[in-house]
T-cell receptor
Framework: ETGVTQSPTHLIKTRGQQVTLRCSSQSGHNTVSWYQQALGQGPQFIFQYYREEENGRGNFPPRFSGLQFPNYSSELNVNALELDDSALYLC??????????????FGPGTRLTVL | AQSVTQLDSHVSVSEGTPVLLRCNYSSSYSPSLFWYVQHPNKGLQLLLKYTSAATLVKGINGFEAEFKKSETSFHLTKPSAHMSDAAEYFCVVSDRFGSARQLTFGSGTQLTVLP
């Protein structure tokens, strides 16, 4: 069974640029969630995709957007990068988002630095 | 909305001594609770989860946690610390957010294991 993978591992961008992060879900999982973890803090929920549709969003502006593909992999896009967007971006996959027993499994993350 | 509070930002123990990481939750109904561990520059690994079955939950690497409704607590314990346990630990509650299931993280507890 393949775990959650993310690419790239590290990325450096300048303020105002756009970035795309990628995530491949664990085999058999149809749901992907994205989280932002700033330095020294716990992860914050950005949004969740289930069967190619966004089905929940945290308190993040519209310049954070995403996609999910038919194979359930996902992209996180961030436009007009700001310095505060520097963080570790974590992707998690699961297979039953409607159930309270649903467990999310995390990838290793992408470290984004905005200069 | 549900929330969790981790009572200690840093815990230091000697190798071979017990570990106690404290977590209190706030919920209007029976919650789903998790403990995740994050080693430096790594993603999050699931240690254990509580989803209203047995109140004493056993996880990986000798960790366990007890759900106590009367105390609204979900403390993580291990009888004997190992050097490899040094990491950041997050207590997490799963919350319904529209049709999505969002994880809300505590602020984390940094565990140091002294030789």
């Amino acid at each position: 069974e393949t775990g959650v993978t993310q690419s790239p591992t590290h990325l450096i961008k300048t303020r105002g640029q756009q970035v795309t992060l990628r995530c491949s879900s664990q085999s058999g999982h149809n749901t992907v969630s994205w989280y932002q973890q700033a330095l020294g803090q716990g992860p914050q929920f950005i949004f969740q995709y289930y069967r190619e549709e966004e089905n929940g969003r945290g308190n993040f502006p519209p310049r954070f957007s995403g996609l999910q593909f038919p194979n359930y992999s996902s992209e996180l896009n961030v436009n007009a990068l700001e310095l505060d967007d520097s963080a570790l971006y974590l992707c998690a996959s699961s297979h039953t988002p409607g159930l309270r027993t649903d467990t999310q499994y995390f990838g290793p993350g992408t470290r984004l630095t905005v200069l | 909305a549900q929330s969790v509070t981790q009572l200690d930002s840093h815990v230091s123990v000697s190798e071979g001594t017990p570990v106690l990481l404290r977590c209190n939750y706030s919920s209007s109904y029976s919650p789903s609770l998790f403990w995740y561990v994050q080693h430096p520059n790594k993603g999050l690994q699931l240690l254990l989860k509580y989803t209203s079955a047995a109140t004493l939950v056993k996880g990986i690497n000798g960790f366990e946690a007890e759900f106590k409704k009367s105390e609204t607590s979900f403390h993580l314990t291990k009888p004997s610390a190992h050097m490899s346990d040094a990491a950041e630990y997050f207590c997490v509650v799963s919350d319904r957010f529209g049709s999505a299931r969002q994880l809300t993280f505590g602020s984390g507890t940094q565990l140091t294991v002294l030789p």
